[in-house]
């Protein structure tokens, strides 16, 4: 739904800054985020008109929520397969954090927030090593959660 906010005012957002915060501390910056969204399943419904005419209803069906993806060049910071390592050892309850995903602008100035709760991190990957490469070690963490929500 429109907010009132004039739609074309101002520049898009660019999104090559960002971090994850979890439980209020800022916990790293990343190269690549996804999954920040939510969607339905669809549940075909079919019903008869009165002129005797099948129509297929679409109704809204279970409400998901999108894994997110974070990716970042390997660092010496262990916290996300620390993290990891409690699901590992069957802490999933302990391991279970609200955070967020903040975007910002190239002043430094947070322009967009998501709020995802109870997250846990479902999968932590180091880089693909190759002698013959010159590339940066990306490592990868998957964080499943219970809702997410744009704040920003």
Not at 31 to 37: D, I, N, P, Q, V
Request: charged share 25%; no cysteine.
């Amino acid at each position: 739904m429109p907010s009132g906010r004039d739609a074309v005012a101002g520049d898009p957002l660019v999104s090559y800054n960002f971090a994850i915060e979890v439980s209020g501390i800022i916990a790293g910056y990343f190269t690549e985020a996804s999954g920040l969204g939510s969607e339905n399943d669809v549940v075909e419904h079919k019903v008869t008109g009165k002129d005797g005419k099948e129509i297929v209803r679409k109704i809204p069906g279970r409400l998901k929520w999108g894994d997110i993806t974070l990716k970042r060049g390997i660092t010496t910071n262990m916290d996300f397969w620390d993290w990891r390592r409690m699901v590992e050892q069957g802490n999933v309850a302990k391991a279970r954090k609200n955070g967020s995903i903040m975007m910002y602008d190239q002043e430094g100035s947070e322009v967009a927030r998501w709020n995802f709760t109870a997250g846990w991190p479902s999968k932590v990957s180091g880089p693909s090593v190759n002698t013959t490469s010159n590339e940066v070690g990306i490592e990868e963490l998957t964080i499943v959660h219970e809702g997410i929500e744009r704040k920003t």
